[in-house]
T-cell receptor
């Protein structure tokens, strides 16, 4: 399984755009990149998933360069409620199941 | 919006006792998972389940653990003889296909 590396923590002011980068140098051909958000004492919540280039939904954007060895989650205009831990996951989608390994995540603190 | 539910929200048990944690996945989902998160640590994959059998399991998921889908809606995790180190949040997740997983709110297991 591809190992991921992301910053342990980040601070941002309300209203700013936040970019969290994840390194996954050993990503395999079949792997997708998925980001989850977790609030304290809650289960992780899916944010966005991509394979290459750029993906955007109503919550975030995900930028993946051509070599796929890293990815960047972009949260536009964060609010206090975006304070959470953000996990970058790289998962093998073969075999009828999805093996995913959560890393330590990035703890985002949004400051008023 | 459909969601994964888990019961109970909090379970306290004595060391050596058996516990069963229950989950109701989203109704049209085919892939089911259990994870655990020890307080302050990362989310750890335990097992995935598809087509009424285990697809993948981690080294944590030893003979003390078992999973079952006893009917068309429930998905259970059984720990046969609980140990102190089994104290954690246990999250159930489900997915429709080999993409994003939807997590439940978790069951906090406390072993005394």
């Amino acid at each position: 399984l591809a190992k991921t590396t992301q910053p342990i923590s980040m601070d941002s002011y309300e209203g700013q755009e936040v970019n969290i980068t994840c390194s996954h140098n050993n990503i395999a051909t079949n792997d997708y990149i998925t980001w989850y958000q977790q609030f304290p004492s809650q289960g992780p919540r899916f944010i966005i998933q991509g394979y290459k280039t750029k993906v955007t939904n109503e919550v975030a954007s995900l930028f993946i360069p051509a070599d796929r060895k890293s990815s960047t989650l972009s949260l536009p205009r964060v609010s206090l409620s975006d304070t959470a831990v953000y996990y970058c996951l790289v998962g093998d989608q073969g075999g009828g199941y999805q093996k995913v390994t959560f890393g330590t995540g990035t703890k985002l603190q949004v400051i008023p | 919006e459909p969601e994964v539910t888990q019961t109970p929200s909090h379970q306290v048990t004595q060391m050596g006792q058996e516990v069963i944690l229950r989950c109701v996945p989203i109704s049209n989902h085919l892939y089911f998972y259990w994870y655990r998160q020890i307080l302050g640590q990362k989310v750890e994959f335990l097992v995935s389940f598809y087509n009424n059998e285990i697809s993948e399991k981690s080294e944590i998921f030893d003979d003390q653990f078992s999973v079952e889908r006893p009917d068309g809606s429930n998905f259970t995790l059984k720990i046969r003889s609980t140990k102190l180190e089994d104290s954690a949040m246990y999250f159930c997740a489900s997915s429709e296909a080999l993409r994003e997983q939807y997590f439940g709110p978790g069951t906090r297991l406390t072993v005394t």
